[in-house]
DNA sequence: ATTCAAATACCTAATTATAGGTATATGATA
DNA sequence: TATCATATACCTATAATTAGGTATTTGAAT
């Protein structure tokens, strides 16, 4: 249930700070890091063996493109999660050919981060909404889609009856709407953003409403 | 599984800061507002019946003495949660001889507004932990009890794991206890609380710890 | 020495949540 | 007009929570 990261970056400080961020967090737990590629090979070689590898993609020794096809063709279930600057778009596109599955700029904010994480252990791609328009079109003329984590009028309303702790019985009665129709409803809200337990819900809720 | 609650008090304003704090607060709704005692009367007459009638003592037309005493009367399943201010001592006494279940000061803050009306809905009494020392003699004498809802180490240490999200099942195995005495331990900590469900708890735990 | 809080463990039953599906109707939009 | 997002509804099965008990051990306090 606990999604294992491992953080690559020549910048110390930067680990620090997600590091920080994601001891906050629910269900993720940072197992390792290192201040470029190669040493993630040696983590990986030692078994220590995460879901996520979230990844600068300049470093020295071994960049995160050599990373990224070297994971992807030894360890396809590994998730590879890009950090990049905003000034680094090219590079960002060799990242998503090598194979990573998402990418978030350093400027990432802790939900963003969080649902990225989540949206990649799920097996679906992840990107910051406001990636540069080239990687975009990139990733149109792949035939990619880009996750938005939108959730509609009928599901935020839930959400916030979920907050208030009522139950799906509940909800049901007081829309008017089938038992059945809530629990589709909450499902989709589990999707969307990555948290499949209603205590999960409340945290993110409390937090990011 | 909402607490309904009626708020009567002469002074408008310090109705609004109580609606106020009770709005943003889980199952727990105001359904009705009174200036004085006989107002209140009105309000049961009409059949708008509230779990909880929070009431100040002093009020013009009809006090609350008088207005706990009818209530005693003729609703006894409704409970009366004093209000008073530091320098009415006397009163406060009268109003738990006339059957009055709690007593909050008027500086109450919002955690223990809220524990005040879920220990009442079970049944218990609840007083403020910095009542004067004749209330608490008078109680000792009358074989009551003041509750506390101080956790234990453990409860807390649970607490806090149920608003990571553990399961039960997850928090037995990482803690090396039998599932059973997780689930113990968890309604203890509903019961101290007069929380009773998962979400309630986060809810509670991200807002008062 | 006895009482008491705290922590532990077990049992049963009912309710709720989670997870995997499928399916239909509607309104917007490409 | 054909597709897509949204909202709706149903089905089954398993996991987890909630609620009601009882009971034992240990260490601290009266």
Chains 1, 2 share one sequence.
Do not use: C
């Amino acid at each position: 249930m606990t999604i294992k990261v491992i953080i690559a970056d020549d910048h110390q400080l930067f680990i620090d700070g997600i590091k920080s961020i994601l001891s906050k967090t629910i269900d993720i737990d940072t197992i390792g890091e290192a201040s470029n590629g190669l040493q993630v090979i040696k983590l990986l070689e030692n078994d220590i063996i995460p879901d996520v590898i979230l990844t600068d993609i300049r470093m020295p020794i071994m960049d995160g493109i050599s990373l990224t096809k070297i994971i992807s063709k030894n360890y396809p279930q590994l998730k590879v999660l890009a950090l990049s600057m905003f000034d680094q778009t090219i590079d960002v596109i060799e990242m998503l050919e090598a194979g990573a599955k998402g990418y978030v700029t350093k400027n990432v904010d802790k939900s963003e981060l969080v649902s990225a994480l989540h949206t990649l252990v799920k097996g679906d791609y992840f990107f910051s909404a406001n990636l540069p328009e080239n990687i975009q079109d990139w990733f149109q003329k792949e035939n990619k889609y880009v996750k938005d984590t939108q959730l509609t009028k009928r599901e935020t309303e839930i959400l916030h009856l979920i907050v208030k702790g009522r139950t799906s019985l509940q909800m049901a009665k007081h829309l008017k709407l089938s038992k059945y129709t809530i629990d589709t409803h909450r499902k989709n809200i589990h999707k969307k953003l990555g948290i499949k337990s209603n205590t999960g819900l409340v945290n993110y809720a409390l937090k990011h409403l």
